[in-house]
């Protein structure tokens, strides 16, 4: 016995064998006692085998759709609604940061985005104003100090007590502009920098009224979603 | 039972059309795995992990046997969990008896129809021949797992693990070989009926 035959026999007794295969090997289990027995063998084992006790399935195999990671069918609407607050919510934060960076990119380069712009504005009225205003202190000095002067032989002691911090008063309003001449001339060198940061900071380049559409877009967007997605999973239970 | 119209429903994504197959297949799916295993909590989880896989790669289905489909994405899973014992070997915990000793056959398993020594009979037999299973070689077990424990045909079987007719009949054949060479080391527990008497290989 070969593992041919033994392959015919097993294909034998599942009657897959071709009718003339089939016939030629009925014909030598007719005269071969060793083939009718291991014939006899295999459908033994088969048997066997048949007759293992079919178990039943522990439980049922089901499947749920977390599963398998089903989610609801959402609306037709879902995939705008989402594209808009994705966008909105990245316009909004890029708002903020173009907003806040502008004032160091224009400290950062002077020619560059008209960043040069507001310091030459700002300096600008600063050097105009210092002369006049030295001017105007000037011209008024005088004029206080002259009524002190002709009022002062009239009051008595007790007077002049009295006007002496009226009198400094207007000496010191005198000696300031007279520092501020002072000043003023020098308004191009040193004084420069310092009327420039006073000045108030830039207009923020894009408005905050944008910034808060771009807010209420995607605040809106993100409700409507959970809402969408909410009443998609009630459906479809 | 409409198998196509179920299999066509849940091709376009419906689970209660595909959890009917289920339960239709469930048994067979759940038993082949026990034998290509032989472990019940190991052939529950190749189970339920075939029909997971089934659902999800339903689409792939061409039409022919939707058995024999069912029964390839099950020996995957069952190939994949005996790949994941080779990796990480464990040590199964059988029930113990009052004495400390393990139960080879607990209780819950029983058939209430058989009486005592009937059903301990039938366990000896069960274990003897999942005991030569199990020494068989996977392409071979395979094979008689499905022609012979699940009565499908060799072109099922074919296309369920992708091999060519003659491939299906030389395993077999061998496989039915080695399995009587196993189960004449139990002749004493087999029926007499079932008892094997000559030696094929001479």
Sequence with gaps: MNDHDLELLSSYLDGQLSLSDSARLESRLKSDGRLVSALDDLRAARTLLRQLPKRRAPRNFTLTRKMVGLNPPLPRSYPAFRFATVVATLLFFFTFGVNALAPQLAQMSPFGMGGGGPEIFSAAPAATEAPAFAEAAATEAPATEAPAATEAPLQSASDLATLMPATQESARIAETPMTKIGGAENAGGVDQPQVASESPSPAPIIPSMWQSVFAVIAILGASLMALLRRSASNRWK | ???????????????????????????????????????????????????????????????????????????????????????RPTTPLEPDTDDGEEMDSPRWLADPNMTPAQQAEADEVEHAIQHCLDNLPLDFKTVVVMADIQGMDYTEVAAAIRAPLGTIKSRLARARLRLRECLQGFAELLPASYRLTTDITQ
């Design chain 2, 1 to 87: 039972m409409n198998e196509q119209a179920l299999i066509t429903d849940a091709q376009s994504g419906n689970l209660d059309a595909f959890n009917t197959l289920v339960l239709h297949y469930q048994d067979s799916v759940f038993n082949t795995a026990l034998r290509i295993l032989g472990d019940e909590d190991q052939a529950a989880d190749a189970s339920q992990e075939a029909f997971i896989s089934a659902f999800k790669s339903i689409s792939s289905f061409r039409g022919g046997s939707f058995k024999a489909w069912l029964m390839r994405t099950v020996t995957n899973a069952c190939y994949d969990e005996l790949r994941r014992q080779k990796r």
